[in-house]
Nanobody, 118 residues
Framework: EVQLQASGGGLVQAGGSLRLSCAAS????????VGWFRQAPGKVREGLAC????????VIADPVKGRFTISTDNVKNTAYLQMNSLEPEDTAVYYC???????????WGQGTLVTVSS
């Protein structure tokens, strides 16, 4: 069975940092691209970052460029989203998925809540 487990969310003050993790079982990130997404109440789901199979290339969405980075650890088969300089507008439930297209992804993590206070 394929599972993605997202973790690392929590409450953080504006300007702080968090690192989210997405641990995979049943698939390898050498074969699948991994994406990070978020959805805030009343807003559509938003793609944030993508890393290609094997971590050879990354794409970061414009609203979070310069603040968020995506990476994978092949040994641990885990993807990460490093979030710096967090703002209250970043408050949302964050999801990881494989692949990077939210409309065709086969696998999703359960989501982890990030709350940024002012």
């Amino acid at each position: 069975e394929v599972q993605l487990q997202a973790s690392g969310g929590g409450l953080v003050q504006a300007g702080g940092s968090l690192r989210l993790s997405c641990a995979a079982s049943g698939i390898t990130f050498d074969d699948y691209a991994v994406g990070w997404f978020r959805q805030a109440p009343g807003k559509v789901r938003e793609g944030l970052a993508c890393i290609t199979p094997g971590g050879t290339n990354t794409v970061i969405a414009d609203p979070v460029k310069g603040r968020f980075t995506i990476s994978t650890d092949n040994v641990k088969n885990t993807a990460y989203l490093q979030m710096n300089s967090l703002e209250p507008e970043d408050t949302a439930v964050y999801y990881c998925g494989a692949d990077c297209d939210q409309y065709s992804n086969k696998y999703w993590g359960q989501g982890t809540l990030v709350t940024v206070s002012s």
